[in-house]
């Protein structure tokens, strides 16, 4: 069973740095199956005994990772699909880009050494080694794989998304306002009524955080984007650069918009953009279906836990997150 232990968190983690003490020889320094770690003031410390540890306290979340790994990696040999390093590196550098954008670095700070250093401070912000991350790489670039043959894109969604990126755009502000709050929506609007500069009042009153930074602008969107309710794109083509729309209900909130301008359509082919349109839906569909697929192979797999520690702490997880499904639902 510690033999089992020992294994799995070997590999987890395939190098460990070791902390160099002088070699006692007293008799403490040997242990019957010479499994020790390190020896303080020529005690030892057992590996079953740092292993239980980190069983206790990251077993479960590095078990789960690696059951999910085995099994993309088994999907992807019974579907014919061939994973490298380099499809492991390639999810590698573009999380590094990300996390470089979600730092705010500009391109001549995003160099590699401040990218690796971005990267080594959300690590250790949230407790993951680099061994885990890493883990993670490959088992994402197993699932894309799977992911985008699943993928099958219509003409039409094709022409659609075309429409999306080169079709008429209007620029908008917005603030947004909660429904149940008929007090902050009314002083809004007599802010406004008042002559208050638009972008202002968005800063101040605006309920979206990520919009009201930017003084209530929204990214540039067209009359038939799927991702703006309906209400707000026909409110917005409705206006003339530079009105103010009334109050506009979506979902749980009420947008007052302001139109700053529009963009003409592109005089571009439709043709011409084809590879270019069809990656831009991939983009955003193939996380969505990575993740569905890591929670229907990891529910698929036959799990077996022989490690009376670790198999406690799993059930744990497990009736967890039934409950937490439950209570969702």
Same mark, same amino acid.
């Given at each position: 069973?510690?033999?089992? !232990?020992?294994?799995?968190?070997?590999?987890?983690? #395939?190098?460990?740095?070791?902390?160099?003490?002088?070699?006692?020889?007293?008799?403490?320094?040997?242990?019957?199956?010479?499994?020790?770690?390190?020896?303080?003031?020529?005690?030892?410390?057992?590996?079953?005994?740092?292993?239980?540890?980190?069983?206790?306290?990251?077993?479960?979340?590095?078990?789960?990772?690696?059951?999910?790994?085995?099994?993309?990696?088994?999907?992807?040999?019974?579907?014919?699909?061939?994973?490298?390093? #380099?499809?492991?590196?390639?999810?590698?550098?573009?999380?590094?880009?990300?996390?470089?954008?979600?730092?705010?670095?500009?391109?001549?700070?995003?160099?590699?050494?401040?990218?690796?250093?971005?990267? !080594?401070?959300?690590?250790?912000?949230?407790?993951?080694?680099?061994?885990?991350?890493?883990?993670?790489?490959?088992?994402?670039?197993?699932?894309?794989?799977?992911?985008?043959?699943?993928?099958?894109?219509?003409?039409?969604?094709?022409?659609?998304?075309?429409?999306?990126?080169?079709?008429?755009?209007?620029?908008?502000?917005?603030?947004?306002?909660?429904? @149940?709050?008929? @007090?902050?929506?009314?002083?809004?609007?007599?802010?406004?009524?008042?002559?208050?500069?638009?972008?202002?009042?968005? @800063?101040?009153?605006?309920?979206?955080?990520?919009?009201?930074?930017?003084?209530?602008?929204?990214?540039?969107?067209?009359?038939?984007?799927?991702?703006?309710?309906?209400?707000?794109?026909?409110?917005?083509?409705?206006?003339?650069?530079?009105?103010?729309?009334?109050?506009?209900?979506?979902?749980?909130?009420?947008?007052?918009?302001?139109?700053?301008?529009?963009?003409? #359509?592109?005089?571009?082919?439709?043709?011409?953009?084809?590879?270019?349109?069809?990656?831009?839906?991939?983009?955003?569909?193939?996380?969505?279906?990575?993740?569905?697929?890591?929670?229907?192979?990891?529910?698929?797999?036959?799990?077996?836990?022989?490690?009376?520690?670790?198999?406690?702490?799993?059930?744990?997880?497990?009736?967890?997150?039934?409950?937490?499904? #439950?209570?969702?639902?």
């Amino acid at each position: 069973m510690h033999r089992f !232990r020992n294994l799995m968190y070997m590999s987890v983690c #395939a190098t460990i740095v070791p902390l160099i003490l002088p070699a006692p020889t007293t008799a403490a320094s040997q242990a019957d199956d010479g499994d020790v770690v390190a020896l303080v003031d020529g005690r030892p410390i057992a590996r079953v005994e740092l292993v239980d540890i980190l069983i206790d306290a990251h077993g479960v979340d590095v078990l789960q990772q690696l059951i999910i790994l085995r099994v993309a990696k088994q999907e992807a040999r019974r579907r014919n699909l061939r994973v490298t390093d #380099a499809d492991a590196q390639v999810e590698f550098r573009e999380a590094l880009d990300r996390i470089a954008e979600k730092a705010g670095m500009t391109p001549s700070e995003a160099t590699d050494e401040n990218k690796h250093e971005a990267l !080594r401070q959300v690590l250790e912000e949230r407790g993951i080694s680099m061994c885990e991350f890493m883990i993670g790489m490959e088992r994402n670039a197993c699932l894309r794989k799977i992911a985008e043959k699943d993928i099958t894109i219509s003409e039409e969604t094709l022409r659609e998304q075309f429409a999306r990126m080169y079709g008429e755009r209007v620029v908008v502000r917005h603030i947004q306002i909660a429904q @149940r709050d008929m @007090r902050g929506l009314n002083h809004a609007l007599d802010l406004l009524s008042r002559g208050a500069d638009f972008a202002d009042a968005a @800063r101040r009153l605006s309920k979206n955080d990520q919009t009201a930074a930017r003084g209530g602008e929204m990214d540039p969107f067209t009359f038939d984007d799927a991702n703006i309710p309906a209400a707000l794109r026909e409110a917005a083509f409705s206006l003339k650069a530079g009105g103010v729309s009334n109050p506009v209900l979506a979902g749980q909130f009420y947008h007052i918009l302001k139109l700053e301008r529009r963009i003409p #359509a592109d005089n571009v082919r439709f043709e011409d953009k084809r590879e270019e349109v069809e990656r831009s839906i991939l983009e955003a569909a193939v996380p969505q279906a990575m993740g569905e697929l890591a929670l229907e192979l990891f529910r698929g797999a036959k799990i077996k836990i022989l490690d009376d520690k670790l198999r406690g702490k799993y059930n744990e997880f497990l009736e967890r997150g039934t409950r937490e499904s #439950a209570i969702g639902e």
